[in-house]
C-alpha cells in the first residue's frame, strides 16, 4: 500500500478487495433474500402443511432466534480458526439448512431445519463485514461497505418479487431449494479466492458464561419484540417479561465483559472509542427507521391496495435503483470527507423522500410513490453503509472481528424494535379509526390488517391508507433521530487515510 500520497484521494479499490467484496456478496444475497421471500410464502407453507398461521410463524422466529444464538459467537471462532474457514462454514450450514427445508415434510421438521438455517446465516453478516473491513482497510472502507450493502438494501426489494413468483408459478418448495445452487456457487468461490488471514496465537478459550447470557439475552429480546409485532403492542405480560428478561441479560453481560476484559465474547470496552460508540448508536437508529419503515411498504401495497406479492415487489423496485445510485456516490465521499458529512444529507434525503407516504390514500398515484421511493432510496444508500464504515474507522485490525458481531446484534435489535413499534402504531391507529366509524376491530398485531375478507377492504381501505399514513409518519420521526448521533460520526476522510496508511490492513 502507497503510503506518500500526501494529500491525494484515498487508494483505489484494487482487484483483490473487489473479488473478496463480490465473494462476500454471493454468500449474503441469499441468506438476506431469504428472509423476505420466506415472508411471503407463509400462507401456502400454513395451507399445504396443514398448520396453523401461529404456528407457521415459527419458521420466522425460529430462524431469528438461531441468528441470535450464534451472531456472538462468531468474533471467537474468526479469531480461532480464521474469517475464512468460519465464513465456509457458515455458508455450508446456511446451505444444508436450506436444502432440509426444501425436504420437509410437516411443519415441525421446517422450523428446526429453518434453525440450522439460521445457525449458518447469524454469521455471515458479522463475518462478512469483517473480512472486508480488513480487506479494504480505513481508507477505503466506505467504497468496500458499499459492494456488500447491495445485498443488503436490494434483498427488502426483490425477495418478495421471486418469493411471490415462486409460490405463485412453482411451489414453496422452491423458496428453499434455490438457494443451494447459489450457497455452492458461495463456497466455491470462497475456497478459490477469498484471502486465508490470520488466526491469532494468543485467543483466549471460549467465554462459555459470556455466551450463555449475552446469547441468551438477545433471544429474549428478539422474541419479545416478535411477539411485540404479532400483538401490535408492548402492554401484555408475555411481551414485557422477556423484554426485562432480556435488557437484564444485557445488564448482567456488561458487567461480566468489563470484569472479563478482553476474554470475554464480545469486549464492551470497544465502546470506549467515540467513533464506535456513535457509529453504534447511529446503526441501530438506522435500523429502528430505515428498515423498520421497509416492513410498512410491502404492507401498504398488499393490503391497502390490494396488490399481491409478486406486484407489491415489482412496486418497491425504484427503492432499490436509488439506493444502488446513493452506494456508489456516497461510497466514495466517506473515503474523501468522512461519514460524518455523508450520513446527515443521506437522512435528509431518507425524510424527503417518506414525506409523500405520510400522505397516502387508497388511491395515491403510483407514479408518484415510485419517484418518493426512488428519493427514499437514496437515503437509505447514503446513510446505512457510510454509517457502518464510520464505526469501524478507528478500530484496530485485531478488534475488528469482536466489534463485527455487536453491529451486527445491534443492527438485529434496532431492525426487530422498529418493526414492532411501527405495527403497533399501524394497528393502533387503525383500530381507532375503525371504531370511530363503528367498525368492530379484530385480531391484533399485522393479523388485524391481513385478515380482513376481501368484501370489506374497498370499505375499510380509506381507514387503513389513513393508519398507515399515520405510521409512516412516526417511522420520519424514528428516521429524523439518526441526524444526532450521525453529527459525531467521523469527518474529514482524506486525513483519515493519510493515517491509516502507515498500518497495511490485512
Known sequence: MAS????AQPEKLDRSVIVTG????????MVVLDTT???VALDSLSTDLGASLSTTQWVVTGYL??????IPITGWAMDRFGPKATWITAVTMFTAGSALCACAWNIESLIIFRIIQGLGGGMLLPGGQAIITKAAGPERLGRAMSIIGVPMLLGPVFGPVIGGALVEYASWHWIFLVNVPVGILAVALAVWKLPSGDTLDDVERLDYLGLAVLSGSLVCLLYGLSRASTQGGFGDWSVLGWL???????????????SKGAASIIDVRLLKDRLFASGTIAIFLVAIGLFGGMLLLPLYYQTARGEGALAAGLLLAPQGLGAIVAMVVGGRLTDRIGAGWVVPVGVIIALIGTIPFTHVHADT????L???LFV?????????????AGAYSNLSVESVSRAAPTLSAIQQVGASLGSALLVTALTQRFTHELTSHGIPATGGGTDQISSAPPEVMSKVSPLLSEAFGFAFWVAFALTAVILIPAMFLPRHGRDRGQAASATPPI
Not at 432466534?65 to 450464534?70: G, I, P
Open 244 to 258: 426485562i428478561a432480556g435488557v437484564v441479560g444485557l445488564g448482567l453481560y456488561t458487567w461480566h465483559s468489563l
Open 4 to 7: 506518500n500520497t500526501g494529500a
Open 37 to 39: 421471500i420466506v415472508n
Open 22 to 29: 463480490l465473494v462476500i456478496v454471493s454468500g449474503m444475497i
Open 370 to 372: 415510485s419517484v418518493a
Open 365 to 368: 398515484s403510483y407514479v408518484w
Open 376 to 388: 427514499r432510496g437514496m437515503g437509505l444508500g447514503a446513510v446505512m453503509m457510510p454509517t457502518i
Open 65 to 70: 432466534l438461531a441468528v441470535a444464538l450464534v
